[in-house]
C-alpha cells in the first residue's frame, strides 16, 4: 500500500490547526502536526491525533434516519428532504413562519458556507428565529461592543502586548484569549519579551500556573474586581488621559460609577488581598500595551454577562489599548476584504431592546443573537408564534442547553425535530429525521472563520499576522453512504417548497461587509468557497497555492488618521451599565453580592477539558477508558464529604440533583466543585460511569439571568454535596420540575 501525505487543516475544533494527514487507500491514518506551517510550530491536540478514528469511527451516521415510534429507519436524503419540505410547508401554513427555528450549534463550521446558506433560508422563510450557542457562552461580548461603540482600528491585544489580563480562561485547553499558534510556546515566548500575565479564576488553572499575578478570588466576584481595579487606576492617575480627552465619553460619570468598590471591601467579599487588586490595576496600566479577555467562567457565574463584558472594555479603553494613527495593522485579513483601519470611534448602537419579542422574560434580539436559553420557552409556551419545527445543525441542545429538564420536554413536544449531526447524540434520538453529514476531511475548507472571530471580541482569534489556509476535499465517502454537506439540506427544502434563490447575504460579523450574492443555479462546494471570498484583499486562488498555510503580510496597512469633522465618541460610562454597577455596589454593601444559602454550601463552576469539544469527540480514541466528567473536588472537601477519588457523590441544586464521580483537584478553591459541561446522556437515570454528568440539569433559566441577553447563571451555582451510595435512587424533582 502507498501514503500520501498530504498538509490540510484539522477541523476537529476551531483552532484549525495545520496538520499532515496520511491518507492510505482512501482511508486516513495518522496526523502530526505540519512543521512547515509559519504559524503553529506544529502544534497539535489529543483530538487532532484522533482525527483518522473519529473519521472511521462505527459510531458514523452513513445514511440520513427517519424515526417511526422508537426505530430509526435509513430514509434516502432526496426523500427525507421530500417529507421534510412537506411538513415544513404545512407547518407555516397553519402556524406562520416563526413557528419554525433554526439552532446552529458549535459545529455549523464544518464547512464554511453551512450558516451562511441556512441564514439565507430562514430569510427566505421569513422567520426570525434563528439561534446560536452565542447567548449561552458570552453574549455580553457582542451587546458590550455595542454600548461602547467601536475603535475602527484593531486593539493593541495580539500586536506586542506588555500585559494580558485573563480573567476565567484558560488557553492552553481552549485556545481563547491568545493568537492561534502553540500555545505553550506563544507564553514564552511572550514572556521572554516582557509580557505580564495577570490571571483571575478561582481555580489555579493551567494558565494561572505561568501568571506574572493569580488572583484566585472566589467565583463571581469579576464585575466588582474590575470596578475596583478602574476606581484604583482612575485615583493614581494612571489612565491614558490624552486618548480619553480626544476620543472618550464618560470619564467623570465613571469615576462616580466606581467609587463605591473600594479595594479594601472587594478583597474582603471575594476573599483576596487588598494588595492583589492595587497590583493588578498596577501591572495593568502601567505595561504600556496590553489587553484584557473574559472568558466562560466570568460571564456564566454572575447573570450580567454585558455588565462584566463592558467593564472588560472600559478597562482596556480608559488605558488607551487601541492601535493609533499611523501603527502598523499586523493583521488586516486575508481571506476577508481588507478592512481600511482608522484612528477614531464609531459611536455606540442600540444592543438590545429591538426586533423580534421573545415570549418570555421581556426579552428582545441583540447583539448577540435571540436567548437560546428562551427557545424551550417558546416551544412549551402556548399561543400565537409558538415554536412547533427546529433544525439543528451541528448541535447538541440536549446537553448543551441550560436546564436539561425543561429543554427535553420541549424537543419532545416539537411536531417537527430535524437533527444534521454524523453521530446518534442525546438531541438526534429525539428528532423526526437525523441528516447524515459529509466529515470534514470530506470537503474543502479555509480558515476564514478563523478571521471572522476577531471581531467578536479584543483577545479573541485568530493569528498575530495575516495568515490564512485552504484545503480541498481529501476522502470521499465511504462506499454505500449517503452523506451530503450540511448545507446542501437547506438547499434541497428551499427547492422543494419553491421558495425564491438564496442570498448569501450581508454582515455576518460587526466590521465585515458581504455583498449580498442571490444563488440561482445550486452552486459546488468549492463555488461557495469562491462566493464567501468575494472581493478577499488576498484572492482565494493566491493562498490555494499556499498548501502548508502562509502569512501574508503588508507593511504598508498603517492605521489612518481621523476623518476631518469626525466627532464619534466611545462612551464608557452607558445609563444601563451604571445603573447596574450601583446595583452590585448596593449589594457589595450588604453582603458578599449573592445570598449564601447554607442547605447549598458548594459552588458548582465551568471548566473545559481538552480530549472533548462540549459533547463532541467523547470517543475510546480521546477518552481512554475515561468516558465520563469527573467532579474535582479540593482535597479538605473530599475529606470533609468522607468521598475518595473514584466514589460517587450527590450534587443537588434548587433545580435538581445528579450523580457524579469524585476526582481530587488542589487547584481549586475548597468550597468549589468544577466539573465539564455537556456529558451525559439527558436522562435522570443515566448510567454516571458510562456517559458522565450532566450540569446543565442542575441549571434554572428563569431566576438568574442577564437581562439583555436571557443568559442564565451556568456557573457559581449553590450546590449541596453528599457521598452518594449506588443503592440509592437519584432523587431529581426540584421545585420546578413540569412547570413552565
Ligand atoms: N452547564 C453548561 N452548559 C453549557 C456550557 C457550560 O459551560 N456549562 N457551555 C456552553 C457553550 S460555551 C456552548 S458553545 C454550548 C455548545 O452547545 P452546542 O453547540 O449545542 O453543543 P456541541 O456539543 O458543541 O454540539 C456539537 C455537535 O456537533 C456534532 N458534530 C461533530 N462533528 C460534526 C460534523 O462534522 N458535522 C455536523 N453536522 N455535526 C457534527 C457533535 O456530534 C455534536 O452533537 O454549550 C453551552 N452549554
Ligand atoms: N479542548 C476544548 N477546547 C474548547 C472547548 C472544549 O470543550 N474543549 N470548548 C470551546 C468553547 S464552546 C468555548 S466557549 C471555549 C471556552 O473557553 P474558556 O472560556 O477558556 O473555557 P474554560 O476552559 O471552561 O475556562 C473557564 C475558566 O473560568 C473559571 N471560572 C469559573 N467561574 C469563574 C468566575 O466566577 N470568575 C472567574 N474569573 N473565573 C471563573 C474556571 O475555573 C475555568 O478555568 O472553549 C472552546 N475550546
Ligand atoms: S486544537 Fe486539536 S482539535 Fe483543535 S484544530 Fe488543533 S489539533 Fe485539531
Ligand atoms: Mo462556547
Given amino acids: 500500500m502507498t501514503i500520501t501525505r498530504v498538509p490540510t487543516i484539522c477541523r476537529v475544533c476551531t483552532h484549525n490547526c495545520p496538520i499532515i494527514l496520511d491518507i492510505e487507500d482512501g482511508r486516513a491514518v495518522h496526523v502530526v502536526g505540519d512543521k512547515e506551517n509559519p504559524v503553529y510550530d506544529g502544534y497539535t491536540c489529543i483530538k487532532g491525533r484522533s482525527y483518522p478514528e473519529l473519521q472511521h469511527s462505527p459510531d458514523r451516521l452513513l445514511h440520513s434516519l427517519h424515526r417511526s415510534g422508537d426505530r430509526f429507519e435509513p430514509i434516502p436524503s432526496p426523500v427525507l428532504m421530500d417529507e421534510v419540505a412537506a411538513q415544513l410547508q404545512a407547518i407555516i401554513a397553519e402556524h406562520g413562519p416563526r413557528s419554525v427555528a433554526l439552532y446552529a450549534g458549535t459545529n455549523m463550521k464544518m464547512h464554511p458556507a453551512n450558516f451562511p446558506v441556512a441564514l439565507a433560508f430562514m430569510d427566505r422563510i421569513g422567520s426570525p428565529m434563528r439561534f446560536t450557542p452565542n447567548t449561552i457562552d458570552q453574549p455580553g461580548k457582542s451587546t458590550a461592543q455595542g454600548l461602547l461603540g467601536q475603535w475602527m482600528a484593531p486593539p493593541q491585544a495580539f500586536s506586542d502586548p506588555g500585559v494580558a489580563l485573563l480573567i476565567g480562561i484558560n488557553p492552553f485547553v481552549t485556545y481563547n484569549g491568545i493568537p492561534d499558534g502553540h500555545p505553550g510556546k506563544y507564553f514564552r515566548r511572550a514572556m521572554d519579551a516582557g509580557m505580564k ?84 490595576a498596577r501591572m495593568f496600566a502601567t505595561a504600556g500595551r496590553g489587553y484584557a479577555v473574559g472568558g466562560t467562567g466570568p460571564n456564566m457565574s454572575a447573570a450580567r454577562g454585558t455588565l462584566f463584558e463592558y467593564l472588560v472594555l472600559v478597562l482596556d479603553t480608559i488605558c488607551g489599548h487601541w492601535l493609533r494613527e499611523g501603527e502598523l495593522v499586523r493583521n488586516p485579513g486575508v481571506l476577508i476584504p481588507g478592512v481600511s483601519a482608522k484612528a477614531q470611534a464609531k459611536p455606540p448602537k442600540p444592543a438590545y431592546g429591538y426586533g423580534e419579542k421573545l415570549r418570555v422574560r421581556g426579552l428582545t434580539d441583540s447583539l448577540a443573537g435571540l436567548s437560546t436559553a428562551a427557545l424551550p420557552d417558546e416551544i412549551l409556551e402556548p399561543g400565537d408564534g409558538q415554536v412547533r419545527a427546529l433544525i439543528v445543525l451541528g448541535g447538541n441542545p440536549a446537553l448543551a442547553w441550560p436546564d436539561q429538564i425543561k429543554t427535553v420536554e420541549a424537543l419532545r413536544s416539537l411536531d417537527l425535530l430535524v437533527v444534521i449531526d454524523n453521530r446518534m447524540t442525546a438531541t438526534a434520538k429525539l428528532a423526526h429525521y437525523v441528516v447524515a453529514p459529509k466529515t470534514t476531511l470530506e470537503m474543502p475548507g479555509m480558515t476564514l472563520n478563523r478571521e471572522m472571530i476577531r471581531w467578536y471580541a479584543t483577545g479573541w482569534g485568530g493569528t498575530t499576522d495575516a495568515y490564512a489556509q485552504y484545503t480541498p476535499a481529501l476522502l470521499e465517502p465511504p462506499a454505500g453512504s449517503d452523506v451530503i454537506e450540511d448545507w446542501e439540506l437547506f438547499w434541497g427544502l428551499h427547492e422543494r417548497m419553491g421558495l425564491p434563490p438564496l442570498q448569501l447575504g450581508g454582515g455576518l460579523f460587526a466590521g465585515v461587509k458581504f455583498e449580498p450574492t442571490p444563488l440561482v443555479e445550486k452552486p459546488s462546494s468549492e463555488e461557495l468557497m469562491a462566493l464567501l471570498t468575494v472581493g478577499s484583499r488576498i484572492p482565494l486562488e493566491t493562498v490555494k497555492q499556499h498548501r502548508h498555510g502562509a502569512l501574508f503580510p503588508d507593511p504598508d496597512y498603517r492605521v489612518e488618521p481621523k476623518e476631518a469633522g469626525w466627532d464619534g465618541r466611545l462612551d464608557v460610562a452607558n445609563d444601563d451599565m451604571v445603573a447596574d454597577l450601583a446595583d452590585v455596589a448596593d449589594r457589595l454593601r450588604a453582603s458578599d453580592g449573592r445570598e449564601e444559602d447554607p442547605a447549598f454550601p458548594y459552588r458548582l463552576l465551568c471548566r473545559r477539558m481538552m480530549h472533548v469539544y462540549n459533547s463532541a469527540y467523547n470517543e475510546a480514541a480521546t477518552h481512554r477508558g475515561r468516558p465520563f466528567n469527573p467532579a474535582f473536588l479540593h482535597s479538605t472537601d473530599l475529606d470533609a464529604l468522607g468521598v475518595s477519588p473514584g466514589e460517587l457523590v450527590m450534587i443537588r441544586s434548587q433545580r435538581a440533583a445528579v450523580v457524579a464521580i469524585a476526582e481530587r483537584d488542589d487547584d481549586l478553591r475548597p468550597g468549589t466543585v468544577s466539573i465539564a459541561h455537556c456529558y451525559g446522556g439527558g436522562e435522570a437515570s443515566d448510567d454516571v460511569r458510562a456517559v ?41 424533582d426540584g421545585p420546578h420540575v413540569g412547570e413552565h
Fill in 197 to 280: 500575565l495577570i490571571v483571575i479564576d478561582p481555580r489555579r488553572s493551567d494558565v494561572a500556573k505561568r501568571a506574572t499575578l493569580h488572583l484566585q478570588p472566589k467565583a463571581g466576584h469579576d464585575i466588582a474586581i474590575l470596578a475596583s481595579m478602574i476606581r484604583v487606576i482612575l485615583a493614581e492617575g494612571l489612565h491614558d488621559a490624552a486618548f480619553l480627552d480626544g476620543n472618550v465619553d464618560g470619564l467623570e460619570a465613571l469615576r462616580g460609577a466606581v467609587a463605591p468598590f473600594e479595594p479594601s471591601i472587594v478583597a474582603a467579599n471575594a476573599d483576596l488581598e487588598v494588595e492583589q487588586i492595587v497590583e493588578a
Fill in 692 to 732: 458522565g454528568t450532566s450540569t446543565s440539569r442542575l441549571l434554572f433559566v428563569d431566576q438568574e439571568f442577564d437581562r439583555y441577553t436571557g443568559q442564565p447563571l451556568m456557573s457559581n451555582i449553590a450546590v449541596a454535596i453528599a457521598a452518594h451510595d449506588p443503592l440509592t435512587p437519584i432523587e431529581t
